[in-house]
């Protein structure tokens, strides 16, 4: 199925590029955003015009498309993050962007929850978060995570030992915001 979705947008058929962008735009929103991304649907953007673009030099299955896509997306976060270490700029208060709902409960719950996680994964250094992320967002192995991020294996399953260390004491040493209807289920 994937590879005729491929050749689909290879072709530039409109419904095939949708159903690639749709299929992991949440995931590397998510990796971008919760990388400290300053705009991350943005950036998400621009991860999936390099993917568009590059469609016909991609070879490969669908594990290899999505590497492919979070390389991309690792590579676009740098690149941002260089040019703003390079760039003075204005910052301001992070506002908590949200849509009004139905039910102003679970909005807050799930503003909560957000929140936390949020917090727990900025404690941990950015290459243990990046590669928890990308475990568990880009539902990535660690030989696919270690080859995005140019280190090898053992150091990948070193760096989330250690994020399964930190966030395990960070759980048990504090109370978690109540779930609402979610699991966390452990990496692969």
Known sequence: MFASVLAAARAGSPWAFERLYADLAGQVTGYLRMQGAVEPDDLASEVFIGV????????GDEAGFRSWVFTIA???????????????????????ESMPGDDVESDVLAGLEEGWVRQVCAELPSDQR???????LGDLSTEQVAEIMGKSTGAVK????RAITSLRVRLTSQSVPPASGSEITGAR
């Open 130 to 136: 990046a590669v928890v992320l990308l475990r568990v």
């Open 158 to 161: 070193q760096l989330q030992r």
């Open 52 to 59: 568009f673009s590059g469609l016909p030099r991609f070879e």
């Open 74 to 96: 690792h590579r676009r976060l740098l690149d941002e993050r260089r040019r703003l270490a390079k760039t003075p700029h204005l910052t301001s208060d992070d506002v908590l």
